[in-house]
C-alpha cells in the first residue's frame, strides 16, 4: 500500500553519478503516491552519457517516476546547475512532465517560490572551503567516504558522513550554508512569498527566516547522495523524511522479539509444554 501524499520535494539525485543511492531512491519511490511530485534540480549528471555510466538501477528510478505518472502524478521537473544544458528546453511540457527552471505553488492560500539555488552561487556566498568540497574535493570525500562505509558494514557499525562532519565543523561552511539560507530567504521576502524551496547545498532543513519584520519559511530537501531526504506535504503540514533502510526490510529486526521475550511471562507448566 502506497503512502498518499499531496505534493514531494526532491533534489540532487545525481543519478548518473557513482555516489548517487538509487537502490535507495527507488524504495522510496515504489512506497509513495504524490499527487505533485517536484524535481528540484540536480537529477542528472550532465556527464552521465558521456562517461556511458547509468548503470540499470538509476534506470529503474527513471522508470518508477514515469509509472508514478500513469497513476495521476503530475512531476516538475526544475533544472539545476549539475543538469543545467536542459535550460534551453524551459517551460516545456509533456503531458503530465514539465521542466520548468523555477515554480511558484500556491496550496491552501500560501505561495510556494522553488528553484534550485544555484543561482545563488556568487563571490559574496561561496566560501574557498565549499567552492573546494563542490568540486573535485567533494568528490574525493565522497569517494573515500564509500569505502569507509563499506568496512564499517562489515564490522556492523552505521554509515558516516565524512562531509557533513567537515561541514558541521568548519566555520567557513557552516558560514556559507547560513548566507545561502539568509539570501533565499530574503529574496523571497523581497518578492512576498510565504515560503521558498531549494536545494543544492545537500542540507535538508525547514526554518523560519526573518528580515525587516517579515518572514519566510526556509526549507531545503537535502541529497540522495548522503542524506537521502526528501520535503513531504501531507495532512497540510510539511516534514522532512529520512530514509531508513529499516523501514523496508518484511523481516523488521526494530519488530522483532526473542523467543526467550515471548515467552517470558507465560506459565512455566505452559513453557515446559512449549519446549518438548
Known amino acids: 500500500m502506497r503512502k498518499q501524499i499531496d505534493v514531494v520535494v526532491l533534489s540532487d539525485l545525481h543519478l548518473g ?84 527552471d523555477k515554480l511558484v505553488l500556491k496550496i491552501k492560500g500560501k505561495t510556494y517560490w522553488i528553484f534550485h539555488g544555484d543561482l545563488l552561487d556568487s563571490s559574496k556566498w561561496v566560501s574557498p572551503t565549499l567552492r573546494f568540497l563542490g568540486k573535485k574535493g567533494y568528490a574525493q570525500l565522497l569517494r573515500l567516504n564509500r569505502w569507509q562505509n563499506f568496512w564499517r558494514r562489515k564490522r556492523g557499525k552505521s554509515p558516516h558522513s565524512l562531509s557533513q562532519s ?54 531545503n530537501s537535502g541529497d540522495w547522495v548522503e542524506s537521502l531526504t526528501a520535503l513531504e506535504y501531507r495532512h497540510n503540514s510539511w516534514k522532512l523524511y529520512q530514509f531508513h533502510e529499516l523501514d523496508y526490510q518484511l523481516d523488521n529486526p526494530k519488530l522483532q522479539s526473542s523467543k526467550k521475550d515471548r515467552h517470558a511471562k507465560l506459565p512455566k507448566k505452559l513453557l515446559e509444554e512449549l519446549s518438548c
Open 166 to 219: 567537515i561541514k558541521s565543523n568548519i566555520d567557513k561552511a557552516q558560514s556559507y550554508i547560513s548566507g545561502f539560507e539568509e539570501a533565499a530567504g530574503r529574496l523571497a521576502i523581497k518578492n512576498r512569498y510565504d515560503h521558498v524551496i531549494c536545494g543544492h547545498i545537500h542540507q535538508p532543513c525547514i526554518k523560519k527566516i526573518q528580515d525587516k519584520g517579515a518572514s519566510v519559511t526556509y526549507m
Open 17 to 100: 553519478s557513482y555516489h548517487c543511492k538509487a537502490k535507495e531512491l527507488n524504495q522510496y519511490l515504489r512506497s509513495i503516491q504524490p499527487k505533485t511530485l517536484v524535481l528540484n534540480g540536480d537529477i542528472i549528471e550532465r556527464e552521465a552519457l558521456r562517461k556511458r555510466y547509468f548503470p540499470r538501477l538509476h534506470m529503474e528510478v527513471i522508470q518508477s517516476m514515469l509509472d508514478l505518472t500513469l497513476t495521476g502524478t503530475k512531476i516538475y521537473f526544475v533544472t539545476g546547475n549539475h543538469d543545467d544544458q536542459l535550460r534551453k528546453f524551459s517551460n516545456m511540457s509533456m503531458g503530465p512532465i514539465h521542466l520548468r
